[in-house]
């Protein structure tokens, strides 16, 4: 593809509640298990963010709220001082490339492994069904359990948690937060009949498996304002074994209710999560983008002309790239001059060092190295 489409839509400034983006290219949140002991971000990770700063916002990997949230080896976190200490390191040289970073807040739920949680307990989700699947614990890959089904009273802990998180982030210099309700994790257990079986006010009607998002989303708004919160949905996405009867009679009612808070952007995950963008063809997302009152960004295995063609033709306001953003660092200025991209090597996706991570050249630094 040539470059004449370097003045695409794509290329051009967005408000996005309080922020202005200076293009619609956003690094989607990436899990890459590079944390140091406490789950502490460091120069490392400093260094891996700042070089893909020219993107048009920056959303942090998933960040565990607490050691409860935690289901993966080598994840941040962001409940200590010193975690918010470490992504201040990483918020910092963000800032000090001209870039805006916000942070994923993360609850895995039943995703998790008694091996990473406080005391080796069981992992926690709305109702005991055990995920298919292995979770990545720090000797390797082991069965996920069956869950501890919460008690009622225990939710509300978990609601300020995500306050604390969301304090704790702005202690760090992010620019906003987005609630991770995607992928299978707590909140979208809560959302889905698959796994949520409670007899509670969290669970049976839509109503009511709508609440801890809502009661989430509630807290955190005012820590940040909904102008500067974001939501991520990935509505078909089977991702960790979750499954509903009817997505759609959950994701209309959801986007409506969470209008109130005037969120500056959800963020759609499209088909399944990092492969197949078209497992279920017939889902409305127009529809649910038509009904939300902030800005729509959509992920999940764009390229240049997808992207270019997606915000160009208004079904999309901004677009996330995932896989994309490991390789090259300079996404934005590649996509806008029509450059090659380099293929991410995925033995270095997970856990590791700088190999795999920092060391993907920009553009300009291949050809001055080559030179
Ligand atoms: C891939 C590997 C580990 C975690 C998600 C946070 O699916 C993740 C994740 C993805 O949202």
Redesign the pocket.
């Known amino acids: 593809m040539s470059n004449d489409n370097a003045a695409a839509e794509l290329f051009q400034p967005v408000r996005m509640g309080a922020l202005t983006l200076p293009n619609r290219v956003v690094m989607a949140?990436l899990?890459r298990s590079r944390a140091g002991a406490g789950d502490v971000q460091g120069p490392l990770n400093a260094t891996y963010y700042a070089q893909r700063a020219s993107a048009g916002l920056i959303i942090s990997?998933?960040t565990n709220i607490t050691q409860q949230g935690k289901g993966?080896a080598f994840t941040p976190g962001i409940w200590s001082d010193e975690q918010v200490a470490g992504w201040r390191s990483v918020t910092d040289a963000v800032h000090a490339r001209g870039g805006r970073i916000v942070c994923q807040l993360?609850h895995v739920g039943r995703i998790s492994h008694p091996s990473l949680q406080p005391n080796g307990a069981l992992p926690v989700a709305p109702s005991a069904v055990q995920p298919k699947g292995n979770a990545?614990t720090e000797t390797g890959f082991q069965p996920h359990v069956t869950p501890r089904a919460l008690e009622t009273d225990e939710i509300a802990g978990i609601v300020s948690d995500y306050r604390h998180a969301a304090e704790q982030a702005k202690r760090a210099g992010f620019d906003g937060v987005e609630i991770?309700a995607?992928?299978g994790?707590l909140i979208d257990q809560f959302l889905r009949d698959g796994t949520n079986k409670r007899t509670d006010r969290y669970g049976g009607s839509v109503e009511n498996r709508l609440r801890l998002l809502l009661e989430v989303t509630e807290i955190v708004t005012g820590v940040w304002g909904g102008e500067r919160t974001g939501l991520r949905l990935s509505p078909v996405s089977p991702?960790?074994d979750i499954s509903d009867s009817d997505p759609m009679a959950v994701f209309g009612p959801a986007v409506d209710a969470v209008n109130r808070f005037n969120l500056a952007y959800v963020h759609f995950v499209e088909g399944a999560?990092?492969g197949d963008r078209n497992v279920a063809p017939d889902f409305d997302f127009a529809a649910l983008r038509r009904a939300f009152n902030g800005l729509t960004m959509m992920n999940n295995g764009y390229d240049r002309d997808l992207a270019v063609s997606a915000v160009r033709e208004g079904r999309a306001d901004l677009i996330a790239f995932g896989r994309p953003y490991i390789a090259n660092p300079d996404l934005v200025e590649r996509l806008r001059s029509g450059a090659p991209l380099a293929k991410p090597d995925n033995a270095t996706f997970?856990g590791g060092d700088a190999h795999g991570y920092t060391d993907y050249p920009a553009l300009g630094e291949e050809q001055l190295n080559a030179a």
Do not use: D, I, L, V
């Open positions: 949140p899990t990997e998933a993966y993360w990545f991770h995607a992928n994790y991702a960790n999560t990092g997970y």
